[in-house]
């Protein structure tokens, strides 16, 4: 039975301690925050801060700052902390003294609860190593590999809102947590509620918390060296390359490893230095200040990072004018092909060559594997699965120089089996170098790439849905398309295209699985749903659609696609009936 909104109250009111320990700068006064609105009455805004409680899962904590159950603040990192911590005792291999990585970004409450979580693991007897200062996203879970931890936790929103603020977990595998750790830790987490320490006094005087960050970030730096590309020299006459740090943290970090490859950025000044507040991004995802820049100082391309680091977008100007804004497939289409060629040129054996790329993600990888002879993998979206993918591979004895998702996702080398924009920038400014010195660009790279394996176009989107009874009935649909009620009657067709194949990730269908019909990847916790010719869906909130078309040229490709989304809304979707907003 559920609590009543006065007990969940209540409950609020006699545990929360942050308005009386001074713990806090801006969200000093969260107690007081629930007692005025109880007060006032105010039942609804009370009901959308105390449930549900904001959920444990594989992405760790997401949420809006604020006080109550639903949010992210100083008693929810507590209590968060304290689960881990315990789960973290009993389930992993002398914990105590490998102990626990921990990084912070530069939001709002991001060092606070850094500290908090630090001295939740020091009173409990591990050992904590707190980078101080801001770090990007990577450091941590290079840090956890390089020191061999038993976890780590970087407090990030990524690219998130400024009210907004997360706690991102890794096993000690260095990847971000998958099932069953995730229920795991759920489950520990309200098991262990009451708050056993306020005090971040132990951050400041136990010979626990160790400080390792210049270490690891010349440690990093070290390894991303390693990154340097077999026929890569500087170029005569450099490129240009304007870079955004979006108000995030990957200024000097970036700076100092293309420094390395003797390459200099030229930073968007408004954009360069660490701002909560990010005042020219409502919604930090790199855009059009950097493109401005680059075009008034004639830049060849424009690198841009997301706030906590871990994503990377880019773009190229031509001499002529314009443009080409790299898509996050694209990005991934380019970086797979110079990885398999890097590998090739080796003199290594392709049949140990993988590489991992999310099921919404591109098909012309595979296509690409299934010409060269290497091995492509898919997984679930989200690098936790990547991660895991990748390492499982390496345990097989393949080598997985990259791995990638479509929302701009990048994973080089063996050292960080996640995503790294710092990584991915040197990347990809390598290899523009070096195909300036062929006279040639990233983009005529990727041209070419299309011209030997086809061209692949995506066009990715969303429906506006807020009601999961709505979306639990547009998916019954698709299910039971043509009102058989058979169990098995998806669509057979779409915008001319046959259905020749469908992965339900949400039931555990695959048609191509016969007999058994069960699909290879693990089942999804929302709905998705892969048909191939080519179309892909997954829904929460919003329903999601990844479309890809491939043929001979791309003219074709391109008139197609707008058809398949048209009949992909009015017909699959029905997005009018359902009254769902399309961007």
């Known amino acids: 039975m559920s609590a009543s909104l006065k007990e969940l109250v209540d409950g609020w009111l006699e545990i929360d301690q942050a308005s009386r320990c001074r713990l806090s700068r801006i969200n000093e006064a969260t107690r007081s925050e629930i007692q005025n609105l109880w007060d006032k009455t105010d039942t609804k805004e009370l009901e959308r801060r105390m449930r549900p409680r904001i959920e444990f899962g594989t992405a760790g904590l997401r949420g809006k700052m604020e006080a109550g159950w639903a949010r992210m603040n100083d008693l929810i990192i507590i209590q968060a902390s304290q689960g881990l911590c315990q789960y973290i005792l009993r389930e992993v291999k002398d914990a105590k003294t490998r102990g626990i990585v921990i990084g912070h970004d530069h939001r709002y409450n991001s060092e606070k609860w850094a500290q908090l979580t630090t001295a939740v693991f020091l009173e409990n007897g591990m050992k904590a190593y707190l980078y101080r200062g801001l770090v990007h996203t990577p450091l941590v879970p290079f840090g956890v590999k390089k020191l061999n931890a038993a976890c780590g936790v970087m407090v990030t929103a990524s690219h998130n809102p400024k009210y907004d603020n997360g706690y991102k977990v890794y096993w000690e595998n260095a990847v971000q947590i998958i099932a069953p750790h995730d229920k795991g830790i759920s489950d520990s987490i309200r098991a262990n509620l009451t ?9 400041h005087s136990s010979p626990n918390c160790l400080d390792v960050t210049e270490d690891m970030k010349t440690a990093y730096l070290s390894e991303i060296e390693k990154l340097k590309l077999p026929q890569y020299l500087p170029s005569a006459q450099p490129l240009l390359f304007v870079n955004t740090s979006m ?6 970090i970036v700076t100092e490893a293309l420094k390395s490859f003797g390459i ?6 408004q954009q360069m230095l660490p701002d909560p507040e990010f005042p020219t991004v409502p919604f930090p995802n790199p855009e059009e200040k950097a493109i401005a820049q680059a075009k008034t100082c004639n830049a060849n391309y424009v690198l841009a990072q997301d706030p906590d680091s871990d994503r990377f977008s880019a773009c190229e100007l031509h001499p002529e004018g314009g443009l080409t804004a790299f898509t996050g497939d694209q990005l991934g289409i380019i970086f797979a092909a110079h990885a398999f060629e890097t590998y090739r040129d080796s003199g290594k054996p392709l049949s140990k060559l993988a590489i991992v790329a999310s099921t919404v993600s591109s098909k012309m990888v595979e296509a690409m594997a299934k010409r060269e002879g290497f091995k492509f993998v898919e997984c679930l979206t989200g690098f936790k699965y990547i991660g895991n993918a990748a390492l499982d591979l ?4 393949y080598e997985v120089p990259f791995g990638y998702e479509e929302a ?8 960080i089996k996640d995503k790294d924009g710092v990584a991915a920038s040197v990347m990809f400014a390598q290899l523009a170098e070096s195909l300036h010195a062929e006279e040639k660009t990233i983009n005529t790279y990727l041209e070419d790439l299309y011209i030997r394996y086809g061209y692949f176009k995506t066009s990715n989107s969303y429906f506006v849905c807020n009601d999961s009874q709505t979306i639990d009935a547009i998916f019954a649909k698709l299910r039971n398309y043509n009102g058989q009620d058979s169990g098995v009657n998806y669509p057979k067709n779409i915008a001319g295209l046959e259905i020749t194949s469908v992965v339900d990730l949400t039931t555990g269908y695959d048609s191509t699985n016969p007999p058994t019909y069960r699909p290879s990847l693990p089942l999804s916790s929302g709905h998705m749903i892969q048909f191939r010719g080519e179309q892909r869906s997954s829904g929460n909130k919003i329903i999601k659609y990844y479309l890809e078309g491939s043929g001979k040229n791309n003219e074709m490709v391109s008139e197609l696609l707008p058809r398949v989304v048209s009949e992909l809304g009015t017909d699959w979707i029905q997005a009018s009936m359902y009254n769902l907003g399309h961007p």
């Open 394 to 397: 390496v345990k097989k004895g």
């Open 247 to 252: 108000h995030g943290v990957s200024h000097p």
């Open 195 to 203: 708050p056993r320490t306020w005090s971040i006094e132990q951050v």
């Open 408 to 415: 701009i996702g990048y994973m080089f080398g063996s050292e």
């Open 264 to 269: 200099t950025i030229h930073p968007v000044k």
